[in-house]
T-cell receptor
Framework: SQQGEEDPQALSIQEGENATMNCSYK?????LQWYRQNSGRGLVHLIL?????REKHSGRLRVTLDTSKKSSSLLITASRAADTASYFC???????????FGSGTRLLVRP | DADVTQTPRNRITKTGKRIMLECSQT?????MYWYRQDPGLGLRLIYY???????NKGEISDGYSVSRQAQAKFSLSLESAIPNQTALYFC??????????FGPGTRLTVL
């Protein structure tokens, strides 16, 4: 079963625009993480937000977490063609150090 | 991430064959994981290990076994491969900050 579900499943934007992806989950969490995957390659960790945090920034990335709505969003500002990838949210539900991944959002940034 | 390596990178085998996928890491992390990814889906946890003497089943362990030969090595075996085990397999490690670091993946095809 998948704890996190991303929305939208696919997103196509023009270079320079902002991209927003959403993740919803079902049970309480310890932390929520976002990963990027370039086609057929391993996942790369982007950012981690803990359950007691509401917002985090890292470069052009901004992540928010709303535990009351069990949802998170990832904003990529001023997108670049190199941001084209699949983005996954993953939740650690009980400090078990196991992650449950969502099905991902496929982002296409058109030059 | 070059610190987590997987061999082989690609493998084609026949139904009923025994297959071993190997993972090595130079990150010095205690925690290691095996996932599979099916097309268009997120990752699902097969097995995980928090140290050499600690092995745990994940969400989809049936048909798989693992061996943690050393802190740096974690192998996944398919005792008798079947076609629905055709997938992309990833090894990962995690640090004390709960981030996971992924290998490049092994593309396995079972005919």
């Amino acid at each position: 079963s998948q704890q996190g579900e991303e929305d939208p499943q696919a997103l196509s934007i023009q270079e320079g625009e902002n991209a927003t992806m959403n993740c919803s989950y079902k049970t309480s969490i310890n932390n929520l993480q976002w990963y990027r995957q370039n086609s057929g390659r391993g996942l790369v960790h982007l950012i981690l937000i803990r359950s007691n945090e509401r917002e985090k920034h890292s470069g052009r990335l901004r992540v928010t977490l709303d535990t009351s709505k069990k949802s998170s969003s990832l904003l990529i500002t001023a997108s670049r063609a190199a941001d084209t990838a699949s983005y996954f949210c993953a939740t650690d539900m009980d400090s078990s150090y196991k992650l449950i991944f969502g099905s991902g959002t496929r982002l296409l940034v058109r030059p | 991430d070059a610190d987590v390596t997987q061999t082989p990178r690609n493998r084609i085998t026949k139904t009923g064959k025994r297959i071993m996928l190997e993972c090595s890491q130079t990150k010095g992390h205690d925690r290691m994981y095996w996932y599979r990814q099916d097309p268009g889906l997120g990752l699902r946890l097969i097995y995980y290990s928090f140290d050499v003497k600690d092995i745990n089943k994940g969400e989809i362990s049936d048909g798989y076994s693992v061996s943690r030969q050393a802190q740096a090595k974690f192998s996944l075996s398919l005792e008798s491969a079947i076609p629905n085990q055709t997938a992309l397999y990833f090894c990962a490690t995690s640090d004390t900050r709960d981030r996971q670091f992924f290998g490049p993946g092994t593309r396995l095809t079972v005919l």
